[in-house]
T-cell receptor, first 111, second 114 residues
């Protein structure tokens, strides 16, 4: 099964700056989810965006989806040191019950 | 991590031994999943279960076995047939399988086999 590819693989910013992570994929999808993983911990669900949606917001998070370009982005505004984590783009492809996880973007927010 | 527990957090075994990882959920979810994560990698699906007494192989099921005798519990056995068992193992659950549902993850078990 095909996974999303996150870009960049690693990102280091200063507290207060915005962080943008991108995800590209190759096949059609039902929806796309973003998860966060703190080092050595389980994953936490952030946002689910359906294939017929273009943008969703949750607090300081903004996710966009462009199905024509087969890409999604996750924007974290006014970042905090506590946002330091790995962020995963997760696909659900048509006809599948399973989720496919990318390799993630490792975000470091420096105080 | 709330609602799903995995134990132990760290587990050490000698090569050639089978080992069982525990996963329990109190969320009344029908679906449960086991994933493996290697350093710098995403998650790979080992097994999943949609209902009690039923489970399906994921992408990397070889060398692993599971059971689903109770809705709350989905233990994973790493057998001696698994060639590279050292990894971080994550259990998850969702209300049902399918794309509309987010998955809730446990804290993980780090298995080291020497």
């Amino acid at each position: 099964s095909q996974q999303g590819e996150e870009d960049p693989q690693a990102l280091s910013i200063q507290e207060g700056e915005n962080a943008t992570m991108n995800c590209s994929y190759k096949t059609s999808i039902n929806n796309l989810q973003w998860y966060r993983q703190n080092s050595g911990r389980g994953l936490v669900h952030l946002i689910l965006i359906r294939s017929n949606e273009r943008e969703k917001h949750s607090g300081r998070l903004r996710v966009t989806l462009d199905t024509s370009k087969k890409s999604s982005s996750l924007l974290i505004t006014a970042s905090r040191a506590a946002d330091t984590a790995s962020y995963f783009c997760v696909l659900n492809q048509g006809g599948s019950e399973k989720l496919v996880f990318g390799k993630g973007t490792k975000l470091t927010v420096n105080p | 991590d709330g609602g799903i527990t995995q134990s132990p957090k760290y587990l050490f075994r000698k090569e050639g031994q089978n080992v069982t990882l525990s996963c329990e959920q109190n969320l009344n979810h029908d679906a449960m999943y086991w994933y493996r994560q290697d350093p710098g990698q995403g998650l790979r699906l080992i097994y999943y279960s949609q209902i009690v007494n039923d489970f399906q192989k994921g992408d990397i099921a070889e060398g692993y076995s599971v059971s689903r005798e109770k809705k709350e519990s989905f233990p994973l056995t790493v057998t001696s047939a698994q060639k590279n068992p050292t990894a971080f193992y994550l259990c998850a659950s969702s209300p049902k399988t399918g794309s509309s549902y987010e998955q809730y993850f446990g804290p993980g078990t780090r298995l080291t086999v020497t």
